[in-house]
């Protein structure tokens, strides 16, 4: 990570040292920006503004699409027919969504929110599906003669089993739900956030605040899929075969 972060460094800084400074600023400069915008009040808020959508939107994305996933794993039709319609709606990009909502919703925070949990609620649901097909037999037999109940079922046999692939299928849809959050705070518009700071800094060519947008977005990402995730990844792989 660290070479990797050194290498994406010295890249930017050699552009920056081929290109006028109104282009490409230099990395020390746009570091002493993001500090002064870190110490701001605007900042704080976007940053919340960001967080709290992305927040319920991955978050809803997650409940339904582990429940759909297990549902699928009970119910052969069930899983078929969502399974195919996430191969026909994923190829869909998730900003494409924005002017269906915003013309069934309204500007607010609501149409961001349902097209970051859309974004993320493919691959969550398709890796809980497709874990779901690699249990066991012997499992799914044993318990079912020893009277387990759907709800057993679910519980005992699928959830412990699809869990390092829940996780997995987890970091992928935070990528998207990240990804989706800037764009739709970028087209929409609407109230305090990263991705409508990174747009008003383009509008008003701004390259210092482009790229310290640029940087705080990417830095943020990082944090919450490497230290958070990642980690919740590995306890849950080391219970799994401990």
Request: charged content about 15%; proline content about 4%; aromatic content about 12%.
């Amino acid at each position: 990570m660290l070479v990797a972060i050194l290498v994406i460094l010295l890249i930017w800084q050699a552009a920056a040292w081929s290109l006028p400074d109104f282009l490409m600023p230099d990395v020390p400069d746009v570091m002493v920006r993001l500090w002064e915008d870190i110490q701001s009040g605007d900042f704080r808020k976007a940053l919340s503004g960001s967080l709290t959508r992305l927040g319920f939107g991955y978050g809803f994305a997650l409940l339904f699409g582990v429940g759909f996933g297990l549902a699928g794993a009970l119910l052969f039709f069930f899983r078929e027919v969502l399974k195919n319609a996430i191969i026909i709606l994923q190829s869909i990009p998730s900003i494409a969504w924005v002017p269906l909502f915003l013309i069934m919703m309204g500007f607010g925070n609501l149409p961001m929110i349902v097209v970051i949990a859309l974004a993320a609620f493919f691959p969550a649901a398709l890796s809980v599906m497709n874990a779901t097909e690699s249990v066991l037999a012997v499992h799914v037999s044993a318990a079912r003669v020893m009277g387990a109940s759907r709800w057993d079922m679910v519980r005992r046999v699928y959830l412990p089993a699809v869990m390092p692939e829940l996780i997995t299928g987890a970091q992928l849809a935070f990528g998207n739900a990240w990804r989706a959050l800037i764009s739709a705070e970028m087209l929409i518009g609407f109230g305090q956030g990263l991705g409508r700071n990174l747009a008003y800094s383009g509008e008003t060519a701004d390259m210092l605040g482009v790229m310290s947008n640029i940087l705080t977005i990417a830095i943020l990402a990082t944090l919450i899929d490497q230290v958070f995730l990642e980690n919740l990844k590995r306890r849950v792989l080391r219970y799994q075969y401990v």
